[in-house]
C-alpha cells in the first residue's frame, strides 16, 4: 500500500471517529437514535431530484410521490448499523437502516411494492436540524421491504424497511435549510460525491 493510500485511509478513519461512525451498531439508547424524527428516501433513478412538491415541512406520518418517500418515525422503531471495512480494494462503509412503520393499506403496499428493489438515498432527519445522508446517486442504497405481522401471525401489523448498501464514506449532514430547498439540496448532491 502507498504512503498517499496509507495517508487517505487515516484521514477516513479520523473523520468516522469524529462523527463517531467506525464500526457502528446503535442502540436505542443512543443519543442519535433518539434525535431522529423523519426519514427520507430519494430514489434515485429520477436524478436531479424534482422535489419542489415533495419536500415540505408538514407533519403527516407518511408522504410519497414516484421518486420521494417521507416517513415519520419513533426513534424506537430505526436500527441502524454503519461501519467501515476493508478490502484489497480499500476501505468502504457498509450501511444498514432498518425502520418500522405501521401505516397499513393498500395504497401504502402498492407504493412499497413499487419501490422495492429500487436504489434510493436515506436521509435521517434529527431534532437537532441536521440531516444525515447515507450514499448519493452515484453509490445509492438498496431498498426492500417486508410486511410484519402480529406475533400470532394472524394480522400484518405494519411493514419494516431495511436499505443497506456500501459507499466509500460514511454518511455526510446537510443541514436541514438546505435540505428542504429543492436547488440548494440538488447544488448539495451533485457536490457532496
Not at 100 to 108: A, G, R, T
Not at 151 to 178: F, M, R, W
Request: aromatic fraction near 8%; hydrophobic fraction near 30%; glycine fraction near 4%.
Amino acid at each position: 500500500m502507498s504512503d498517499e493510500n496509507v495517508q487517505v485511509k487515516k484521514i477516513y478513519k479520523n473523520f468516522a471517529k469524529i462523527n463517531n461512525e467506525v464500526n457502528m451498531k446503535i442502540s436505542n439508547n443512543n443519543p442519535f437514535i433518539k434525535s431522529i424524527r423523519t426519514v427520507h428516501f430519494l430514489f434515485s433513478n429520477n436524478t436531479p431530484f424534482s422535489l419542489s412538491e415533495a419536500l415540505k415541512n408538514s407533519s403527516s406520518g407518511l408522504e410519497f410521490s414516484k421518486e420521494y418517500l417521507k416517513v415519520s418515525v419513533l426513534p424506537e422503531n430505526v436500527r441502524i448499523s454503519s461501519g467501515e471495512k476493508e478490502s484489497t480494494s480499500g476501505v468502504s462503509w457498509s450501511h444498514k437502516i432498518t425502520l418500522q412503520i405501521n401505516e397499513q393499506n393498500e395504497e401504502i403496499r402498492k407504493m412499497l411494492d413499487s419501490y422495492d428493489n429500487g436504489l434510493v438515498i436515506p436521509c435521517l432527519e434529527t431534532t437537532g436540524d441536521t440531516i444525515h445522508v447515507y450514499g448519493n446517486r452515484n453509490q445509492p442504497l438498496s431498498f426492500t421491504y417486508k410486511d410484519v405481522e402480529s406475533p400470532d401471525n394472524i394480522q400484518l401489523i405494519g411493514h419494516e424497511i431495511t436499505v443497506k448498501g456500501d459507499t466509500y464514506h460514511s454518511c455526510k449532514l446537510i443541514n436541514t435549510a438546505d435540505f428542504y430547498s429543492p436547488s440548494r439540496l440538488a447544488s448539495w448532491l451533485a457536490s457532496s460525491l
